[in-house]
T-cell receptor, first 112, second 114 residues
Framework: NAGVTQTPKFQVLKTGQSMTLQCAQD?????MSWYRQDPGMGLRLIHY???????DQGEVPNGYNVSRSTTEDFPLRLLSAAPSQTSVYFC???????????FGSGTRLTVV | AQTVTQSQPEMSVQEAETVTLSCTYD???????LFWYKQPPSRQMILVIR??????QNATENRFSVNFQKAAKSFSLKISDSQLGDTAMYFC???????????FGGGTRLMVKP
């Protein structure tokens, strides 16, 4: 049982480049979400999904897109990378009922 | 909007002693869930303990227990018999019961000293 798998673990982008962070879960969880963690801070919600075909914005959505075509996958797209997007990104999933989220191992993204 | 506040940026404790991490929160929901997550240097987010707001009994998981005060909107974590492996960042988090998001506090860095 792999849980939540994020790829890549590390990435360096140049300003203006685009890329997709991949996230997959094998627990059949309804809910999936993306967070970013900046140094010395807690995690902040970027986008979330409560099921296939349904997505919505979180606290810091600007510059990011998501889609959820299947229950398992929830990719995060950076449209035009900016240095302010340098951060650690976490994908998480959960089933209904407040059971707590299972997190992926994170992606450290640096935009130069 | 809901908020979570952790007022202790850093704490330290001697091995085998007890330490309490503080957390306060604000939400307009009556039914919600509270969590403590541990983030060691590996950066993996690990669920430590979970509390359901409609349950008065405080949650316990081995050496970890909480003091949940709903009226005061307080949710502290007590770690007993601290071990070196407890050294990590600890985050308090609130689930708004819609299951679609967690709101995190800023974290407390805990150092367990030998």
């Amino acid at each position: 049982n792999a849980g939540v798998t994020q790829t890549p673990k590390f990435q360096v982008l140049k300003t203006g480049q685009s890329m997709t962070l991949q996230c997959a879960q094998d627990m059949n969880h309804e809910y999936m979400s993306w967070y970013r963690q900046d140094p010395g801070m807690g995690l902040r919600l970027i986008h979330y999904s409560v099921g296939a075909g349904i997505t919505d914005q979180g606290e810091v959505p600007n510059g990011y897109n998501v889609s959820r075509s299947t229950t398992e996958d929830f990719p995060l797209r950076l449209l035009s990378a900016a240095p302010s997007q340098t951060s650690v990104y976490f994908c998480a999933s959960s089933r209904a009922g407040g059971h707590g989220y299972t997190f992926g191992s994170g992606t450290r993204l640096t935009v130069v | 909007a809901q908020t979570v506040t952790q007022s202790q940026p850093e704490m330290s404790v001697q091995e085998a002693e007890t330490v309490t991490l503080s957390c306060t929160y604000d939400t307009s929901e009556n039914n919600y869930y509270l969590f403590w997550y541990k983030q060691p240097p590996s950066r993996q987010m690990i669920l430590v303990i979970r509390q359901e707001a409609y349950k008065q009994q405080n949650a316990t998981e081995n050496r970890f227990s909480v003091n949940f005060q709903k009226a005061a909107k307080s949710f502290s974590l007590k770690i007993s018999d601290s071990q070196l492996g407890d050294t990590a960042m600890y985050f308090c988090a609130l689930d708004n019961n819609a299951g679609n998001m967690l709101t995190f506090g800023g974290g407390t860095r805990l150092m367990v000293k030998p």
